[in-house]
Nanobody, 122 residues
Framework: QVQLVESGGGLVQAGGSLRLSCAAS????????LAWGRQAPGKAREFVAG????????YYADGVKGRFTISRNSAKDTVYLAINNLKPEDTAVYYC???????????????WGQGTQVTVSS
């Protein structure tokens, strides 16, 4: 059974940092693109960042460039999202996702985790 399990969320003050992790199991994801999306209350899920299977290509949403960094450890089937200078508008449930192709479109990802809550206080 394929599972993506996120961790590392929490409550932080604006300007703080977090590092989210997502561990994949049930199959090897070394040939899969991995990504992070987020969903705030009342809003649609949006793409945040993605990384290719090789790790050589990274995509970021415009609003997070320079503050978010995606990385992966293919040997551990794990993807990370380092978030700096957190803002209240970053408050959302953060999900990791996997698919054979790297995309900025959340609907194109086959596998999704259950999410981890990030709350940023002002």
């Amino acid at each position: 059974q394929v599972q993506l399990v996120e961790s590392g969320g929490g409550l932080v003050q604006a300007g703080g940092s977090l590092r989210l992790s997502c561990a994949a199991s049930g199959r090897s994801f070394s040939n899969y693109a991995l990504a992070w999306g987020r969903q705030a209350p009342g809003k649609a899920r949006e793409f945040v960042a993605g990384i290719s299977a090789s790790g050589n290509i990274r995509y970021y949403a415009d609003g997070v460039k320079g503050r978010f960094t995606i990385s992966r450890n293919s040997a551990k089937d794990t993807v990370y999202l380092a978030i700096n200078n957190l803002k209240p508008e970053d408050t959302a449930v953060y999900y990791c996702a996997a698919d054979t192709r790297l995309s900025r479109t959340p609907a194109l990802y086959t596998y999704w985790g259950q999410g981890t809550q990030v709350t940023v206080s002002s």
